[in-house]
C-alpha cells in the first residue's frame, strides 16, 4: 500500500507548508477593550485598592456630616441628656444584697397531707411501721411456740 | 494595569490574544465561545496576579490554559448543542478571506476539513501548524504524552491530505 505521503504531486513538506502560509482570522478590535475592561474589574473586585477603601471611609464621614449638621447644638444637648439618665440610673441602682424571705409555716391541713403521703409511700416501701390495731390483723407464719406468747401477751 | 512580576494584562493582550484567539476559534468553531473563553483566560490572569510567576514559557502557559477553558466549555454544554456545532464547524472558518478565488476556494475547503478533524486532532494539527509549537511542547500544553502528540498529528495531517488532494492537484497543476 502506498503511503500518502509518497503519492507523486503531493509531497508532504510541501503540502504542509502551504497549510501553515494559510494566514488566519485576526481577533475584532473591539475584543481588546472590552475584555481588558472586564479584567480590570475584575481585578478590581478581587483587590480594593486602599484609595477605594479611604473612599468608602470617606464618603460615610460626609453622609454622617450631612445628617448631624444642622442642628448640632441639639444632637449635643440630646446626648448630654441620655449621659444623664445613664448617670442617675446607675447611682440610684438598689445594691443591697437581697435576703431570702423566710417561709410562713405550713398550715395543719398540709401537715396531714404530708403525714398522708409520708404513710402511703412507707406502705408501699415495706418499712413504715402499722400502728398496734393493725399490727394484730397481719398474718405472719411463725412458729407455734411463738404464736402463744402473742395470744397470752 | 499593574501586575506583579513587571507584567501587565495590556502586555499580555497584546502578545498572545491573537494566537489563543485563533486557537480557540479553530477549538470551538463559535465566535461567541472564543470571545467567553478569551476574556475568561484574561479576566482569570488579572484575579491571580502571580498565576505567571515562574513561567517561562508564557504562550505555551496561555495556550494550556485556553485549551482547558475550551474543554471545560464543551464538557459543560454536552450534546446539547452537537448540531449547532456541527453547522457552525460547517460554515466558520479560521482563516482570514483571500482575495484570490483560487485560495479563498482552498481556505474553505480547509476550514471544512479542520472541522471534520476530531476536537484533540484539530488541537494539535492547529498548534503545530499555526503555533508554531514543538511535539513536546503541544505535549505540555495538551496534558499528553509526546507520542500521542505526534501520532494524532499524523492521523490529522493524513485526513487533511486526503480531503484537499483533488484540490490540492488542481491548483499545483495550475500554478
Not at chain 1, 418499712?127 to 411463738?146: I, L, N, Q
Not at chain 2, 490574544?17 to 484574561?42: C, G, H, K, M, V
Request: with cysteine; proline share 7%; charged share 30%.
Amino acid at each position: 500500500m502506498m503511503n500518502e505521503e509518497t503519492k507523486p504531486g503531493m509531497n508532504a513538506d510541501e503540502f504542509e507548508k502551504r497549510l501553515q502560509r494559510q494566514p488566519l482570522r485576526q481577533a475584532p478590535c473591539e475584543w481588546r477593550s472590552e475584555i481588558l475592561a472586564a479584567a480590570r474589574d475584575a481585578q478590581a473586585s478581587c483587590h480594593p485598592s486602599p484609595a477605594t477603601r479611604h473612599g468608602w471611609l470617606a464618603t460615610f464621614n460626609r453622609q454622617l456630616s450631612i445628617l448631624l449638621w444642622p442642628h448640632p447644638k441639639a444632637w449635643a444637648g440630646l446626648a448630654a441628656v441620655w449621659v444623664f439618665v445613664f448617670a442617675v440610673n446607675f447611682s440610684l441602682r438598689d445594691t443591697t444584697p437581697r435576703l431570702a424571705e423566710k417561709s410562713a409555716p405550713p398550715s395543719p391541713e398540709v401537715m396531714v397531707e404530708l403525714k398522708k403521703q409520708q404513710r402511703m409511700f412507707a406502705e408501699l416501701v415495706g418499712s413504715y411501721e402499722t400502728p398496734d390495731a393493725d399490727r394484730r390483723k397481719v398474718f405472719s407464719p411463725r412458729p407455734r411456740s411463738e404464736r402463744v406468747e402473742i395470744v397470752t401477751v | 494595569m499593574k501586575m506583579p512580576g513587571g507584567r501587565k494584562i495590556e502586555r499580555l493582550y497584546d502578545e498572545h490574544a491573537q494566537p489563543l484567539f485563533a486557537f480557540l476559534l479553530n477549538f470551538t468553531r463559535d465566535e461567541a465561545d472564543t470571545r467567553d473563553l478569551l476574556q475568561e483566560i484574561f479576566v482569570k490572569l488579572a484575579r491571580t496576579p502571580g498565576l505567571l510567576d515562574g513561567i517561562r514559557e508564557e504562550r505555551a502557559f496561555l495556550i494550556r490554559l485556553a485549551h482547558n477553558a475550551a474543554i471545560d466549555l464543551m464538557r459543560r454544554r454536552g450534546t446539547r448543542d452537537k448540531t449547532k456545532e456541527n453547522f457552525a464547524a460547517e460554515i466558520l472558518s479560521p482563516f482570514a478571506p483571500a482575495s484570490d478565488p483560487d485560495e479563498q476556494t482552498f481556505r474553505e475547503e480547509l476550514a471544512v476539513a479542520l472541522g471534520e478533524l476530531p476536537e484533540e486532532q484539530r488541537a494539535v494539527v492547529h498548534l503545530k501548524l499555526w503555533v508554531g509549537q514543538t511535539f513536546e511542547e503541544i505535549a505540555a500544553a495538551l496534558e499528553i504524552p509526546p507520542n500521542t502528540a505526534a501520532s494524532r498529528y499524523r492521523y490529522g495531517l493524513d485526513k487533511l491530505r486526503g480531503r484537499l488532494r483533488p484540490l490540492y492537484e488542481e491548483m499545483k497543476k495550475a500554478e
